[in-house]
């Protein structure tokens, strides 16, 4: 998984709280991603429980997220993703 944490005036929060994380995640087999179709939307409904592992990183806290919003890319090897913790 290859992604940024974002914080400031648009996303509000700080290095140990809030704001969102914008990332990638690609499958490491030579399969699809399981349980998700090509160009599916993901949201939190989906993805029930989403925590940033930048949190855990910086601080050992384990944040969830308040909102999701992702697709499946059209080959189903990847997604991108949008989590916010407001």
Excluded at 45 to 60: K, T
């Amino acid at each position: 998984m290859q992604g940024v944490h974002q914080y400031g005036k648009k996303f509000p929060g700080d290095a140990t709280s809030g704001g969102r994380d914008t990332f990638t995640c690609t499958s490491t087999s030579d399969e699809p991603l399981p349980n998700v179709s090509p160009g599916e939307s993901l949201t939190l409904a989906e993805i029930p429980g989403w925590f940033s592992d930048y949190f855990s990183s910086v601080n050992g806290s384990s944040v969830p997220a308040t909102s999701f919003k992702g697709t499946v890319s059209g080959d189903g090897y990847s997604f991108s993703a949008v989590a916010g913790y407001y």
